[in-house]
């Protein structure tokens, strides 16, 4: 029987905690990074390359997080390091137009017909909020829905959770979000018509705009079926409300045209981020010519950001995005993790553990279930993240690094070698023994 491996030097980064902790609220500057959920205390990262990183007590992991997601290429490409490095010296910010925005925009746009203009921004999240008001601006409505499960930044509008009930308005999950910004915003569950039909019903004539995640990728990886985000787009049209996609993860991570190719679906408006900035922080939202008219300095509804469209970013993004553009890019690689994924479930099927792993495209999530399809928020045991916790353990302990998070999705890269792969076939192995003993 495989059993529990020692435990990793963290002294340095648990001494680096300590100070982080006078400095930031909780020692970190995103929550996600707490580690709260799993053992010990976060590891802080001084270098990587390729699929792998080095903490600060000099242990080595074969790296699935990618940053959460952004990296598809790996760390430290040469090619998007020696494009920052050339727009380095020649400036870091101007507030003023470059000629970098106009490649990376014809380089999306070329390559997407889901769009047609498009506005950069310097976040996700950023991207989500100013898509929000895009949505109000063009519509004239002021409520918005969203499903539980589904993470689109912290915006105050999308800072929210479900009440009880079929339909409800919006209970704030943060404290300093207005309650009457709560309200605006209809939070029901995901895969249930009857809910959004009497939504509609509800409040006829008030909803600006649906917003889903592409794939919802944010708590565990709930992959809708093809009839209900077509459901989704008949509904919206059918009472004049918008569909906007959250692409921030799925875009370019499953093909330049994201979920919206996989669903065979044209949303009203989509938003990027992670991936478009090649490791540099961008965000991006985009429309028909008709809807992205109503931004400002065109319309009415404004938005603004002295760092958008920042040439450092742009530079990395384009050195990006030529890669991933090359013919088979994405086929590749889903290949790649279809088979990753195909030996890890022909070990569960073996050892006859309960445990599914889910996965589309890249992305692939491990979720302690009898349950085999989980398509809704409220289908995940919280008490399976007590085994998540004991596996992300193991595998650091092994050199690999998981997201510290049981709810959390993982990523391969290009960069991935067969050599990675394997080591961490080994590695997951032990740890499901270990989990499961």
Known sequence: MTTSTSDISRKKSAELFEKAKAYFPGGVN??????????G???????????????????????YCCSWGPLILGHNNAKIREAVQEQLSKGLSFGAPTELENHLAELILNNNKKIEKIRFVSSGTEAVMSAIRLARGYTKRDKIVKFEGCYHGHSDSLLVKAGSGLVTFGETSSAGVPKAFADETIVIALNDKEALEKVFADFKDQIAAVIIEGVPANNGLLIQDKDYIHFLRDITKENGSLLIFDEVITGFRLGFEGASKYYDIQPDILTYGKIIGGGMPVGAYGASK??????????????????????????AGIAALSILAAPGFYEQLEATTQKFVEEIRAYIQEKNYVVNITTIGSIFWFAFSENDKIQ??????????????VMHRELLNRGIYFGPSGYEVG????????????QTLVAIKAALDVVFQ
């Not at 995103?30 to 053992?39: G, I, L, N, Q, T």
């Not at 205390?41 to 790296?63: C, K, M, S, V, Y």
Request: net charge negative.
């Open 30 to 39: 995103s929550p996600v990074r707490a580690f709260k959920s799993v053992y």
């Open 290 to 315: 008709e809807i992205m008219g109503c931004i400002s300095p065109d319309g009415a509804v404004y938005q603004a950001g002295t760092l958008s469209g920042n040439p450092v970013a742009m530079a």
């Open 41 to 63: 205390t976060p590891l802080f990262i001084e270098r990587g390359d390729q699929a792998h990183l080095w903490d600060a007590d000099g242990n080595e992991f074969i790296d």
């Open 411 to 422: 990523f391969i890269s290009a960069a991935h070698t067969e050599d990675d792969l394997n």
């Open 376 to 389: 809704r928020a409220d289908e995940i045991d919280p008490a399976s993240m007590e085994k998540y916790k």
